[in-house]
């Protein structure tokens, strides 16, 4: 057992909260073991007047930490899986996906009970063209507007009554001790996830077997089938968070049921797949291609060329 071990994380305070979930996983299994926390900040917290699918490149909450990785500046590295690109870079691999958090998107708003009750051209905060393309789905009289930040950003912004509403992770909310600002919780029906939310995953370098052991037995093995199915569909769409893309694997008995859809980002097309099977990358596949089938790669290369 090595005697201490870097992890490398974001530094804001879901992401700090969530390596020092990591930390103490690590110490019930080794007490006494010297676990240093090390934050950093990356492109995507630096970059903030830009709305996230404008911006190029993958991976904009990860690169840094992962070059930390590689440089061996740390261990080991704690993502929200949401941020984590479909592709691995060489030598580094998610070793353990951690139990998942609330997967639902929450309607945040100091006024309005439910979304239903949002008047014409209320105006809602999220940057996410997937929370965007359903919202207008559903609700096309509303207007939604870039909102980019951490979690207490946001919610300030809101606060300061830039919009009427606001659309979060449910995880984040709950995570940060803020579940009573949660006004409505999405239903999966209303508001598909995206790949990988709510779950953290964890990532060290692929020849580092020792740090690896150390962290297999913070896996859960049915959240990382899950995640890896939802994956796995990802990557056959060339999907990241950046696209009006959501997918959400639950288990019914022994086998998973997936999700899958891809919209424009108006919501005036959505298309939705689902299949059921147990092998992740298998069933990932199959419900990328029946979402292909119905003009998913179309929608897709659109957005990207927008
Ligand atoms: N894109 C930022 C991000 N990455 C992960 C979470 C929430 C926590 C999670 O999904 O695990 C959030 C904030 C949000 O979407 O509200």
Redesign the pocket.
């Known amino acids: 057992m090595p005697h201490s071990l870097r992890i490398g994380t974001r530094a804001s305070p879901?992401a700090v909260w969530?390596a020092e979930h990591v930390r103490a996983a690590l110490l019930r299994l080794h007490p006494g073991m010297a676990v240093e926390i090390i934050t950093m900040t990356t492109s995507?917290d630096v970059l903030l007047d830009a709305p996230?699918h404008a911006l190029g490149g993958k991976g904009l909450?990860v690169k840094e930490i992962e070059d930390a990785l590689q440089q061996q500046r740390v261990d080991v590295a704690v993502h929200?899986?949401?941020?984590v690109p479909a592709l691995q870079p060489d030598g580094l691999e998610i070793v353990a996906i951690m139990a998942?958090?609330d997967?639902r998107?929450?309607f945040v708003s100091n006024t309005f009970p439910h979304p239903d009750a949002l008047p014409e051209g209320a105006r809602v905060g999220s940057s996410?063209l997937r929370r965007r393309a359903q919202l207008l789905e559903r609700y096309p009289h509303l207007r939604v507007d870039d909102l980019r930040g951490?979690?207490a950003t946001?919610l300030r912004r809101l606060d300061e009554g830039h919009y009427d509403a606001i659309?979060?992770?449910?995880?984040?909310?709950k995570?940060l001790g803020l579940p009573d600002r949660i006004t409505h919780l999405l239903d999966i029906d209303c508001s598909l996830?995206?790949v990988?939310?709510?779950?953290?995953g964890i990532e060290a370098r692929s020849d580092d077997r020792q740090t690896r052991e150390l962290l297999a037995p913070l896996a859960d093995a049915d959240t990382q089938n899950c995640v890896l199915a939802e994956r796995s569909m990802n990557r056959v769409l060339g999907g990241d968070?950046r696209l009006p893309v959501a997918a959400l694997a639950r288990w019914q008995g022994s086998q998973m049921l997936l999700r899958g859809l891809v919209a424009t980002p108006d919501g005036r097309r959505v298309l939705h797949a689902e299949a059921k099977g147990s092998d992740p990358v298998a069933l990932g596949m199959a419900v990328a291609a029946a979402l292909v089938a119905q003009g998913a790669a179309e929608i897709i290369g659109d957005v990207r060329n927008a």
């Open positions: 879901l969530q995507g996230l909450f929200s899986m949401k941020d998942r958090e997967v998107d929450a996410s951490n979690v946001r659309i979060l992770a449910a995880a984040g909310l995570r996830p995206a990988g939310q709510g779950a953290i968070c």
